[in-house]
């Protein structure tokens, strides 16, 4: 059945147009005035002629004003050839018109009919959206393809639709992501038809199947979008947290993901500047700063600072929290305080530092090139604090009186364990005679824990050539920077405790087991 134009228009009366259209002017030094602009046809076709044109079963008759209101095109060519070749023989234009069959949709080129009379056409879902979009490209009609190229993206994300605005994934710190990376045709510049497609000799466009993601769980996607549309989103619980970062990183929205890590941030009175606390395993190079504080006695010193990528305008003095018990503290008996480090956080540790380095200005490494050719190179070292300039492989510790620690269960303070100097500025713990027990920290901690046995202490300090040795479970540490004589570099990186949650022995860790199942 034939669909009539109803848009039988002369010169004078053409459509309105719709702003996504971007009409061209006249070549005029005036500017159109708004009538002017939005009547404006090029005349490509005559506008007050109705051409035929047959879409699979059903015939449809527009106006060369409206063919001409999206030119030049696949139609606009077509009847233009006839029309001159009509010219050339001399031929009555009116029975030099031929119908043109294409072999497409006719409920998708309704749409698109209804675009060129001059109405917007939206999409309504992904499937409609690649129907539109394929037939635009092959139809080659320019505005509507622009048009289609700024609307929203239409995907599904497991059972769940969505309409996305592109203007969401404007935010530097979201783009590019998966969705302008792995749906690429879609955000192509909407002069490319079909990239990678040789147009001439092309029967149809190729298949285009709508954008789905059935294996991400659209509820948590839905909440993603609600973040990045700035609303608050309830975090129940940490599993609820990491379903969300999950996604956040599968969808490469890095801003994002950098807004839900667990973090806190607050102003510390007592130190007068704003803290930030974050887990080692969130910590990019891009966000860490050193702030420089010399003193008289250390020109050199200053703290670690972070600011989170994408999200925080300023830096803020970082506290690290590091877990999994992969942290052991070493008391020696001159007094210093070493931690060594374990697996995967050792590993992160060392980067931490040398990215410290970097900040710094220091080499690379302190080896002589020789030797470190002879070894293989810098990138053969292990990953390691002992392989950079700021550290050996134990790490010095300050364990200071302001340190929360609680050791087996119990809260422990240097007061309390009989030993009330504070440490000195390198590290150690003040107050430590080199020949004595009696103030030394194997001493002091043995008294502690009144639940610990006196014989099973004893024997864990005699094992271990009478260095006492903590498992910190997890522990939260500021990053200082101070001068060293006689080291690797003129300046080192030790960790000051902020908060401690520790043990003493194997008999402190099995007590805080629990059996499985609750």
Not at 81 to 106: V, W
Not at 218 to 246: Q, S
Not at 267 to 275: K, T
Not at 380 to 407: C, F, H, K, Y
Request: hydrophobic fraction near 35%.
């Amino acid at each position: 059945m034939a669909r009539p134009a109803g848009d039988q228009l002369n010169a004078h009366a053409a459509p309105a147009t719709n702003g996504h259209m971007g009409i061209s002017q006249p070549s005029s030094s005036q500017p159109l005035s708004t009538t002017q602009l939005i009547s404006h046809i090029p005349k490509i076709l005559p506008h007050e002629r109705v051409f035929p044109i047959q879409i699979g079963s059903e015939l449809f008759k527009l106006s060369g004003a409206s063919l001409s209101s999206d030119a030049p095109s696949y139609f606009s060519q077509y009847f233009l050839c006839q029309l001159k070749q009509a010219e050339e023989n001399g031929e009555d234009i009116s029975n030099a018109i031929r119908t043109l069959s294409i072999d497409r949709d006719p409920d998708t080129f309704q749409d698109i009919a209804l675009h060129l009379q001059g109405y917007h056409v939206k999409p309504r879902d992904a499937t409609h959206f690649v129907r539109l979009f394929a037939d635009a490209q092959f139809y080659r009609l320019p505005k509507l393809m622009s048009q289609l190229y700024e609307e929203s993206i239409f995907t599904t994300i497991g059972e769940r639709q969505f309409e996305i605005p592109r203007e969401l994934f404007n935010d530097p710190g979201n783009s590019p992501n998966f969705f302008s990376l792995g749906f690429a045709v879609f955000f192509s510049s909407p002069d490319e038809l079909f990239p990678g497609l040789d147009r001439e000799g092309l029967l149809r466009p190729p298949s285009i199947v709508p954008p789905a993601i059935p294996t991400r769980n659209g509820d948590i996607f839905a909440e993603l979008l609600n973040l990045l549309r700035g609303y608050p989103v309830n975090i129940r619980d940490e599993g609820h947290r990491a379903e969300l970062l999950r996604d956040c990183r599968y969808f490469n929205f890095k801003g994002l993901e950098q807004r839900l890590i667990p973090h806190q941030i607050s102003y510390n009175l007592s130190r007068r500047r704003h803290e930030i606390v974050l887990r080692l395993r969130d910590i990019l190079k891009s966000g860490i700063t050193v702030a420089s504080e010399p003193t008289a006695l250390d020109p050199a010193a200053g703290w670690v600072n972070y600011a989170r990528p994408f999200v925080d305008e300023k830096s803020y003095e970082l506290v690290l929290e590091i877990g999994d018990e992969s942290t052991r503290l070493q008391f020696g008996p001159n007094g210093s305080t070493r931690a060594e480090f374990f697996g995967e956080v050792k590993t992160r540790v060392a980067k931490l530092f040398e990215v410290i380095s970097t900040k710094l200005n220091l080499p690379p490494t302190t080896q002589p090139l020789g030797l470190l050719m002879a070894q293989g190179g810098a990138s053969s070292q292990p990953a390691t604090p002992g392989n950079t300039p700021l550290s050996e492989d134990l790490v010095r510790v300050v364990m200071d009186p302001e340190a929360s620690v609680t050791l087996d269960g119990r809260a422990w303070s240097l007061e309390e364990a009989g030993n009330s100097s504070v440490p000195s500025s390198a590290g150690g713990l003040g107050g430590v005679s080199g020949g004595g027990e009696q103030n030394s920290p194997s001493a002091l901690l043995l008294s502690v824990p009144a639940s610990q046995p006196f014989s099973r202490k004893r024997r864990r300090v005699d094992m271990n050539g009478g260095l006492e040795e903590w498992i910190v479970r997890t522990g939260q540490w500021r990053l200082r920077i101070q001068g060293v004589k006689n080291g690797k570099a003129a300046v080192e990186c030790c960790l000051v405790a902020v908060k401690l949650d520790a043990m003493s022995s194997e008999h402190a860790r099995n007590l805080q087991r629990s059996f499985l199942g609750g």
